[in-house]
């Protein structure tokens, strides 16, 4: 079966305000790695790769987003405002040309310890027939709670056949409405469970979780920082400055914690912005 993929990055984070007011939330970076790459990097892992292959969406802070991506695939530019999970798949048709179509979110965060990227979602391809629509799921808290399906929540990556998408209309839509319930209600939905970690990292404690998960039971501190500080479960980016207390926090590239500061369940930009999030356990 041919099979594209596309990563969807053109939201805005609103959730995420203000950090995302600095950069869009597909380029947050998570354990020091932007969002997005640590989409593509998993697509890779399915031999997905480059703009044949391979199409990110954009939008809002768009030339951010284009300026990273570069020549690693297609760009889908969105005019005016976001189109849409559904709207951008719509936009495009063209570019899609009749293949299946495996689609990330750019803000999900998978991590499988005993599977590299990649292959921790290679079930969602495993003997498709090219006519269902099969969702990445994990079982749901609540499993008749809204927005399940089959007691399952979405984590982030879908498989769409070409016979649901050749129609999607480049207007804005999602593919909740559109594609996914009817394909349920066609019973030609299929949810492919994910063993791993997932967060969506849409609000400042998952972003936070997602964070601390990947720097694991101690600190990630990237070569380039300077750290004269103390930390404890916290993730420091590039060019970022420590000379105070930081525990289960994110300090982003560049940007500095001062000798009297203690910075907790927080995410510090530059060098006066802090959002705090709720605690971790």
């Known amino acids: 079966m041919d099979v594209c993929a596309v990563v969807l990055a053109a939201g805005e984070g609103t959730r995420l305000r203000p950090l995302t007011e600095r950069v869009p939330k597909a380029l947050c970076p998570i354990g020091n790695v932007p969002l997005l790459d640590r989409a593509l990097d998993r697509l890779a892992g399915l031999a997905l790769a480059g703009p044949e292959r391979v199409a990110v969406n954009a939008c809002y802070l768009g030339d951010l987003v284009v300026a990273h991506v570069g020549a690693r695939a297609h760009l889908s530019v969105e005019p005016g405002d976001p189109l849409g999970t559904a709207g951008g798949l719509g936009n495009l ?29 290679a079930a969602l391809l495993d003997g498709w027939d090219g006519w269902s629509v099969r969702l990445l799921g994990q079982p749901a808290d609540d499993p008749a709670a809204p927005g399940t399906f089959s007691g399952h929540r979405f984590v982030g990556f879908s498989l769409l056949p070409w016979r649901l998408v050749r129609d999607l209309p480049a207007i804005f839509g999602d593919l909740v409405r559109t594609v996914w319930r009817p394909a349920e209600a066609a019973s030609a939905l299929e949810v492919v469970p994910y063993r791993g970690t997932f967060y969506d990292t849409g609000t400042p404690a998952d972003y936070l979780a997602a964070n ?29 400055t420590v000379r105070g207390e930081v525990v289960r926090a994110v ?8 000798p009297d500061e203690l910075l907790t369940d927080t995410i510090r930009a530059g060098d006066a912005l802090t959002v705090p999030a709720a605690r971790i356990p």
């Open 251 to 258: 300090v982003w590239p560049g940007a500095s914690v001062g």
């Open 93 to 121: 048709r063209d570019w899609i040309a009749g293949r299946g179509v495996l689609v990330g979110n750019a803000d999900a965060y998978l991590a499988d310890p005993d599977v590299p990227p990649g292959p921790d979602v």
């Open 212 to 240: 601390l998960h990947a720097a694991g039971d101690d600190s990630l501190v990237h070569p380039s920082a300077t750290v004269t500080g103390r930390l404890h479960r916290a993730v420091i980016g590039p060019g970022a």
